[in-house]
């Protein structure tokens, strides 16, 4: 079991930037492929970044690519999402996930782990 616990959200201008964070404990952090997802209300989850065991390769949606950067100290045991540039379309719940790698990545079906989630707000 790995157990996923976010933080770093909270309400920022346009403009802004916020770091989340994603601590895990558990079964060894550094077996998994992590992802990054995010959730508005009324809408499905969908894939925001992810990166693979090691942190060589990285993965990014059209939508926050350039502007956000995914990265993970797997001694900490902790992943990072690092967002600027933040645009109100932005405004979500944000929640990490750790599975062992797939191609289908970009889906919430390929992450065994989740967190709860940390809300990110965005003001016009």
């Known amino acids: 079991q790995v157990q996923l616990v976010e933080s770093g959200g909270g309400l920022v201008q346009a403009g802004g930037s916020l770091r989340l964070s994603c601590v895990a404990s558990?079964?060894?952090?550094?077996?998994?492929?992590m992802g990054w997802f995010r959730q508005a209300p009324g809408q499905e989850r969908k894939f925001v970044a992810g990166?693979?065991?090691?942190?060589?390769?990285?993965y990014y949606a059209d939508s926050v690519e350039g502007r956000s950067t995914i990265s993970r100290d797997n001694a900490k045991n902790t992943g990072y999402l690092q967002m600027n540039s933040l645009k109100p379309e932005d405004t979500a719940v944000y929640y990490c996930?750790?599975?062992?790698?797939?191609?289908?990545?970009?889906?919430?079906?390929?992450?065994?782990?989740w967190g709860q989630g940390t809300q990110v707000t965005v003001s016009s």
């Open positions: 996930a750790a599975g062992y790698y797939s191609s289908n990545y970009r889906t919430t079906h390929s992450y065994s782990y």
């Open positions: 558990g079964r060894a952090f550094s077996r998994y492929f």
């Open positions: 990166i693979n065991w090691s942190g060589g390769s990285t």
